[in-house]
Nanobody
Framework: QVQLVESGGGLVQAGGSLRLSCVAS????????RGWYRQAPGKQRELVAR???????HYANSVKGRFTISRDNAKNMVYLQMNSLKPEDTAVYYC?????????WGQGTQVTVSS
């Protein structure tokens, strides 16, 4: 079992920045990929960014050049630095991890970008 807890969401004006954090606990040594997803009202959950255990990253086209995912394995943390935020980035952001063929999710943190 893996538990994930996000923090760092909030309200920010367009053009601003936020940094999301996610700490993992439990069977952390079995975690492979980690990532961030988001879900806006009335829309499906979508991948924002993913980072492998080796540090390779993948981003959704909509956030490339603005968001950066990173991980600190010693601290069991993954981060999402979000710059140049846009109103369309407003969503609940979820931390995710996969371990032994199973996906785990955090409870989500709200990010609201005002225009």
């Amino acid at each position: 079992q893996v538990q994930l807890v996000e923090s760092g969401g909030g309200l920010v004006q367009a053009g601003g920045s936020l940094r999301l954090s996610c700490v993992a606990s439990g069977s952390i040594f079995s975690i492979n990929n980690r990532g961030w997803y988001r879900q806006a009202p009335g829309k499906q959950r979508e991948l924002v960014a993913r980072i492998t255990s080796g540090g390779f990253t993948h981003y959704a086209n909509s956030v490339k050049g603005r968001f950066t995912i990173s991980r600190d394995n010693a601290k069991n943390m993954v981060y999402l630095q979000m710059n140049s935020l846009k109103p369309e980035d407003t969503a609940v952001y979820y931390c995710a991890a996969d371990s032994r063929g199973r996906n785990y999710w955090g409870q989500g943190t709200q990010v609201t970008v005002s225009s």
